[in-house]
Structure formats: structure tokens, C-alpha cells
């Protein structure tokens, strides 16, 4: 067993065959990573994993301020902002005045009602010190920072759920064949992690990093 450190790109299966490792025992190796039905969690850049390193075959150096065992992703900073704040949800009668705070960060007044996913978006990303958006419209987050392949954490764009609607975004938490489950506020009225199909991703560049 040697530790390998996940690089930009990495999916499990290509890592199992860079290893020359069946899936089955790509994931023995590491508890945890994917369940039964082989939905894997998103692998982290920098996150180290365990391989077997058939006839000497060098794993990537491993990174010692990480763990050597197991698969635990690091949340970049915004996302664990992010992960704090489930649960927050609208207030009927009221207005949730957390919801008010994340419309705020992008110059919405209004009530808890008001679309505020990417409200959420933007203001979890300032908490943790980065720029945001400042934008309260979701579809205009394709053109938020950088371009990246989908990585724990990045912000993700969709499609527009209903008429008039510019669209929803949120942070990338997994993805399976068919979904992706993202971590987003106005998700049923709250913050929560939850599935949307991939065939409602947004046309091009759709999962963006901060710059």
C-alpha cells in the first residue's frame, strides 16, 4: 500500500488503472470513497488516497500536512462556511434575517422570499476572505472566476428550473452518472445539500473557482 496525492483531473477509476488496481480494490483500499452503487464522492486536489504500487510503481510524493489513511476531502475555506449554515432556512411569518445578511452581500433588499441562492453563493465565498460575485442571479455566475473541472467545492451553475427563473448555483458536494448533489441556499426554502440532474448544468463552463 503506498499513498497517493489526487492531482487536477484525477476521477477514481482513472486511478485504479494508473495502478493497475480493479475498482473493487481501489475502494477496499479506501473506505468510504464510494458507496455501494459506485456513486464516488469528488476527489480533492491535494487529498491523499491509498493505492497499491504493483512492482514498485511510484505513487505520487504525499504531502505530510495530510492524513496517510482513509479519504476525509479538505473543504476549501467558503465551502466550509458553506457546510455551517444548513439548515438555515425562510421564516413564515418573517424573515429569516441570516437570509437577509446573504442578500445583502449582493445589494438585494428584500425578504426572506426573494431568490437568494446566489446570494448565498457570494456571501459564503466573502466570509471565507475571497471575492465574490456580488450578484444576486445565478446564471451570471458562468462567468465567475476560473474554469475548472468539477472539484469539491466549486461553484456550480444550472440551468433555469422554471420560466423566468435566471437559473440556481451552489457549491459541488459529489456527483454520481446522473446528478449533481450541490450544497445551496433557496433549496426548498433552505440551505441543504440536494440532487440536480446533469442534464440541467448550464451550457458551457459551469463549475468556476475564485480567483
Known amino acids: 500500500m503506498a499513498a497517493y496525492v489526487i492531482q487536477p483531473g484525477d476521477n477514481p477509476m482513472g486511478i485504479a488503472r494508473k ?27 491535494g ?14 510524493p504525499s504531502n505530510p ?54 446570494a448565498f453563493v457570494n456571501w459564503s465565498i466573502r466570509k471565507a476572505g475571497f471575492r465574490g460575485h456580488n450578484t444576486g442571479l445565478a446564471g451570471q455566475w458562468i462567468n465567475y472566476g476560473r474554469a475548472v473541472a468539477p472539484t469539491y467545492g466549486c461553484v456550480v451553475v444550472t440551468q433555469p428550473m422554471a420560466a423566468g427563473a435566471s437559473g440556481h448555483v451552489g457549491f459541488l458536494h459529489a456527483l454520481d452518472q446522473t446528478n449533481v448533489w450541490l450544497l445551496s441556499g433557496n433549496s426548498a426554502n433552505r440551505v441543504r445539500i440536494s440532487a440536480y440532474s446533469r442534464g440541467k448544468l448550464a451550457a458551457g463552463q459551469c463549475f468556476r473557482w475564485p480567483v
Not at 488496481?21 to 470513497?33: C, I
Not at 487529498?47 to 505520487?60: C, K, M, S, T, Y
Request: hydrophobic share 40%; charged share 15%; net charge negative.
Open 47 to 60: 487529498q491523499v488516497v491509498q493505492v497499491d504500487a504493483p512492482g514498485g510503481a511510484p505513487a505520487a
Open 19 to 45: 495502478f493497475g488496481m480493479s475498482f473493487d480494490a481501489f475502494k477496499a483500499f479506501n473506505p468510504g470513497l464510494c458507496d455501494a452503487n459506485n456513486n464516488c464522492r469528488i476527489l480533492f486536489p
Open 65 to 118: 500536512s495530510q492524513p496517510a489513511a482513509g479519504f476525509a476531502p479538505q473543504a476549501p475555506p467558503w465551502m466550509e462556511v458553506a457546510l455551517r449554515e444548513q439548515g438555515v432556512a425562510e421564516w413564515n411569518p418573517g424573515d429569516n434575517p441570516r437570509i437577509i445578511e446573504y442578500l445583502a452581500s449582493v445589494g438585494v433588499r428584500g425578504g426572506d422570499e426573494t431568490s437568494w441562492c446566489a
